[in-house]
């Protein structure tokens, strides 16, 4: 079974740039997640969507970033315009089901964006 | 202050040896606590739930210690393969908002 997929695994834009960073969850799994890991920082959670609505997106940095899961199957992040604090690696992961906040995220391996 | 605190390390450790490493969280409302393992370059990977009366899995046992406010994670008979940067999570509520520590980077060395 094929798990959690990023595209693209690395992005290179300049300050100012759009890049769109699209995620495919496990087939069946509801909820997805967006998070990040800036330079020198911890993941941090950026939002979670149960199938196409936004649950909570409250780690949203600011308007610049949008998140879209149309049909509730893949997800995008758009980053627009990127400044060089977006620098970093996103991640995002997905869960079957909610039960109480223990059930287990499979992460994909990430998308490395470098603002320049 | 971080929500979630953990030694950064490295902690270098002889092949065959006992490593043991904490974090602590200072939300007193968290709900869940995870250990993650994560490669250099790779994602996080669950490597078990933290229980309230602690549980082991194979030679790894997490602890967890609502009154000070902390887990560990005890590995023992290290191998090579462990050396990886161990996460320590923390969920607040019932949804998966998960706040993750900076990690601990263990070394295991022959």
């Known amino acids: 079974e094929a798990g959690v997929t990023q595209f693209p695994s690395h992005s290179v834009i300049e300050k100012g740039q759009t890049v769109t960073l699209r995620c495919d969850p496990i087939?069946?799994?509801?909820?997805l997640y967006w998070y990040r890991r800036v330079m020198g920082k911890e993941i941090k959670f950026l939002l979670h969507?149960?199938?196409?609505?936004?649950?909570?997106e409250s780690g949203m940095p600011n308007n610049r970033f949008l998140a879209e899961r149309t049909g509730g199957t893949y997800s995008t992040l758009k980053v627009q315009p990127a400044e060089l604090e977006d620098s970093g690696v996103y991640f995002c992961?997905?869960?079957?089901?909610?039960?109480?906040?223990?059930?287990?995220?499979?992460f994909g391996s990430g998308t490395q964006l470098s603002v320049l | 202050r971080k929500e979630v605190e953990q030694d950064p390390g490295p902690f270098n450790v002889p092949e065959g040896a006992t490593v043991a490493f904490n974090c602590t969280y200072s939300n007193s409302a968290s709900q869940s606590f995870f250990w993650y393992r994560q490669d250099c370059r790779k994602e996080p990977k669950l490597l078990m739930s933290v229980y309230s009366s602690g549980n082991e899995d194979g030679r790894f046992t997490a602890q967890l210690n609502r009154a000070s406010q902390y887990i560990s994670l005890l590995i023992r008979d290290s191998k090579l393969s462990d050396s990886a940067t161990y996460l320590c999570?923390?969920?607040?509520?019932?949804?998966?908002?998960?706040?993750f520590g900076g990690g601990t980077r263990v070394l295991v060395k022959p």
């Open positions: 992961a997905s869960s079957q089901g909610a039960t109480g906040g223990r059930e287990k995220l499979f």
């Open positions: 087939s069946g799994h509801d909820n």
């Open positions: 969507f149960v199938k196409e609505s936004k649950q909570d």
């Open positions: 999570v923390v969920n607040r509520a019932a949804g998966n908002k998960l706040t």
